[in-house]
């Protein structure tokens, strides 16, 4: 069994020790993304990254959400230690504890809105099967697009399949929510409509870690941290730099 949720030695929801990652195939040169990263973030947390590309940001989100596995270091989320987890084990606890938001939506495009955020709960089984269909109700309505559970992804615009896609994230009722430039394909006006649902997530005690080049979203954050080469280049939540 994968254990509930629960912050890391009392408050930290996420703990990252000299966490690396690196690319490349044996006898190749190898390409480090992350250079011995730590980090500490606690429950309730709103966090912009930012950096250049190529800086680490989506390998970050990636690591933390068990995407991708540290190379060397230790990542730590939502009270479970992540390199100790098997691929079954690591899927089924990213169900339970972490929605991710990617840019592009990636909603699947032969099933109805509705039926995308029911298949994340089918999938996980964290829900109670009586209660599905209700909360992708109760979703789409927060999201705005309670009048549109029976239409395929193609039918709606940019900004309301990134909504559908935020709804989706949030169906299991995850603890730790990433998301990598959510805002990146949108207008100014579905932007900041973006923007307002993320910050209204801190209410729900959610922790959010979000890769974004949008000022308006990363002036809502807490916390912004921007990374360089790999490395965490400037931290104003612990008043420190990493070089």
Known sequence: MIAEAKAVNGSQMIRLDGATKSFGA????LFEALRGVSLRVSEGDFIAVLGKSGSGKSTLLNLIA?????TSG???AAGADLGRLNENRMALWRGQNVGVVFQFFQLLPTLTVGENILLAM?????IPQ?????????????VGLGDQAAKLPSALSG????RAAIARA????????LADEPTGNLDSETSAAVAEL???????RKTLLIVTHDDNLARRAHRVIRLKDGLIDADNGNGSARR
């Open 26 to 29: 044996r006898g190749e040169q």
């Open 122 to 126: 089918d999938f996980v089984g964290k």
């Open 130 to 142: 009586a209660q599905r269909r209700t909360r992708a109700a109760e979703l789409l309505e927060l």
């Open 74 to 76: 230790e990542v730590h």
């Open 170 to 177: 949030l169906a299991n009722d995850p603890p730790i929510v």
């Open 66 to 70: 068990g995407i991708d596995r540290a």
């Open 159 to 162: 900004g309301q399949q990134q």
């Open 198 to 204: 993320f910050h209204g997530l801190i209410a729900q």
